[in-house]
């Protein structure tokens, strides 16, 4: 006698339902990273401009201070 099988979870719709839903993180991850990309370019941009005002001495963050920020971000999520 063949076990009932009726009560079983349909694996094929798990395995699907799974893979449709690591397409759409994947898909939000990479809308993720496009706009700490468009922050990171802001902040450059804010960042020479202060640089560049006239009688305004600010101090260097030193080498990689902002970099470091944006590697962080992008790779915490790897």
Known sequence: ???N???APDVRA???SLASEAASLDAHVRRLREEIS???ARLDAVHES???LPGLALP???PGAID???GAASSSID
């Open 60 to 62: 260097d963050p030193g």
């Open 14 to 16: 798990i395995v699907m």
């Open 5 to 7: 099988t009726d009560d």
């Open 50 to 52: 202060l640089r560049a």
């Open 38 to 40: 468009g922050v990171d």
């Open 68 to 70: 470091g920020v944006k």
């Open 1 to 3: 006698m063949l076990p």
